[in-house]
């Protein structure tokens, strides 16, 4: 089985600069008893905001990337660097056609948790075939997570990886 576990703190907690204790605390948890092999293979971390759930808001890439490099930080911290490389980690917090490239563009988002946009097939399909050609990772293992998970789930929806912006059918 694999599992997303969805991991983020309230606009108060924001506010209060809690964000990686908050992360901290929550992926310990969460992770109790999940070995490293577990965390890479059966387990994918969406770093989701609960202030940007389906409000609209959405955490500018410089913050994302914060939050994701922390994030890779505990997981290497909790198992070891080579775990927290390859672990999956995604963006959800109200992700949207305007802000999915420069979201990608950052080298710890591995990929995104869509909500609402998903059930806009032009959204959805904008989502899905990013502009690449923003994007500026060059560390080779954040390459090959964002090519692995898109060409996934490109896949799983019957869409070409060729990059043209196609909606996905839908029914």
């Known amino acids: 089985m694999n599992v997303v576990l969805c991991i983020g703190e309230t606009e108060e907690e924001y506010e209060l600069s809690l964000v990686d204790s908050i992360c901290e605390s929550q992926l310990k948890k969460a992770l109790v008893g999940v070995s490293a092999d577990q965390v890479v293979n059966d387990v994918t971390i969406a770093y989701e ?67 609402g946009a998903s059930l806009d097939a032009e959204k959805f399909g904008r989502i899905i075939n990013f502009d690449s050609t923003v994007q500026q990772v060059d560390e080779p293992e954040a390459k090959k997570r964002k090519r692995d998970f898109f060409k996934d789930l490109l896949e799983k929806f019957g869409m070409s990886s060729s990059g043209a912006n196609t909606a996905p059918k839908l029914g």
């Open 49 to 115: 905001p609960v202030w940007a759930i389906g409000t609209g808001k959405v955490a500018t890439p410089e913050i994302a990337q914060s939050v994701h490099a922390a994030i890779r930080d505990i997981i290497g911290t909790m198992y070891d660097a080579e775990t927290a490389d390859r672990t999956r980690i995604l963006y959800g917090g109200s992700v949207a056609p305007d802000s999915i490239d420069g979201l990608m563009e950052c080298p710890d988002i591995d990929g995104a948790l869509v909500g």
